[in-house]
T-cell receptor
């Protein structure tokens, strides 16, 4: 019955590799988000999609590319991983007209 | 742009103590305000919210009042428990533009028995 799920939960990889994180929500929400939480717990939005359309694209390196195959899924692909990409990445979703967002459990990415 | 400032942590209290975590914001107009909680190893959960001035959000014994005059949304609880140990985030959603949340830096709370 998980509302917002992410895979994998942990991801350890070497610099220069390409990796993807998947997110799925079974809440029927129209809007999905990716946030990055750094080692100091600071949370910042990266992207948002509404019905598969990109609506928020913050200042994020081009190496990060979101993909939304349908409105229940928002995946994050990262090319040429760098040490500074190490963080916890959270997916979230929200229904139209409602202000709160529902978060997934997070994916801890460690780049060595 | 919009921003949120929270009191610096970590905060350590004894069980049954009174809790206040300060939060102030900068935004145009009347944003919606939220407190989220992150328990160890978990994602963020909405704790409470307020969408207009003078609204009071409450949940699980926590309260916060939307104060437009002081641009604040301080979190309070009268008697904390060990299970309240977590990181607390204040956040706002602006009235313009897309639906992104802007978060404060988080306050780590530890309650000792």
């Amino acid at each position: 019955d998980t509302a917002v799920s992410q895979t994998p939960k942990y991801l350890v990889t070497q610099m220069g590799n390409d990796k993807s994180i998947k997110c799925e929500q079974n809440l029927g929400h129209d809007t999905m988000y990716w946030y990055k939480q750094d080692s100091k717990k600071f949370l910042k939005i990266m992207f948002s999609y509404n019905n598969k359309e990109l609506i928020i694209n913050e200042t994020v390196p081009n190496r990060f590319s979101p993909k939304s195959p349908d409105k229940a899924h928002l995946n994050l692909h990262i090319n040429s991983l760098e040490l500074g990409d190490s963080a916890v990445y959270f997916c979230a979703s929200s229904p139209p007209g409602v202000y709160e967002q529902y978060f997934g459990p997070g994916t801890r990415l460690t780049v060595t | 742009g919009n921003s949120v400032t929270q009191m610096e942590g970590p905060v350590t209290l004894s069980e049954e103590a009174f809790l206040t975590i300060n939060c102030t914001y900068t935004a145009t107009g009347y944003p919606s305000l939220f407190w989220y909680v992150q328990y160890p190893g978990e994602g963020l959960q909405l704790l409470l919210k307020a969408t207009k001035a003078d609204d009071k959000g409450s949940n699980k014994g926590f309260e916060a009042t939307y104060r437009k005059e002081t641009t604040s949304f301080h979190l309070e609880k009268g008697s904390v428990q060990v299970s309240d140990s977590a990181v607390y985030f204040c956040a706002l959603r602006g009235i313009q533009g897309a639906q992104k949340l802007v978060f404060g830096q988080g306050t780590r709370l530890t309650i000792n028995p």
